[in-house]
């Protein structure tokens, strides 16, 4: 399975998770398990989030290098890594 296939699988299965989350809050669902839902999705997302970075990494930044575009490269990098700090 491609990479792109591979996240847009993993996002339909995320989308499926918060409708159940919202079906939950509608059902009034104990609190403590709608929070357990609420982190699945987060490590799901993060989880997405890995996956488009590696196959940005893999292609996307190794063509940037190649095309002596390594401050982009770079740039883009860090931008990323700084948002995943917040």
Do not use: P
């Amino acid at each position: 399975m491609n990479a792109k296939r591979k996240i847009i699988r993993r996002l339909k299965i995320t989308e499926g998770q918060i409708r159940g989350l919202q079906d939950m809050i509608e059902k009034n669902v104990y609190c403590i398990d709608v929070i357990t839902q609420t982190s699945a999705v987060k490590q799901a997302l993060s989880s997405i989030e890995d996956n488009i970075m590696e196959d940005h990494l893999k292609t996307c930044v190794v063509n940037q290098i190649k095309k002596g575009k390594e401050k982009t490269a770079v740039g883009e990098i860090v931008k990323v890594y700084k948002l995943k700090r917040k």
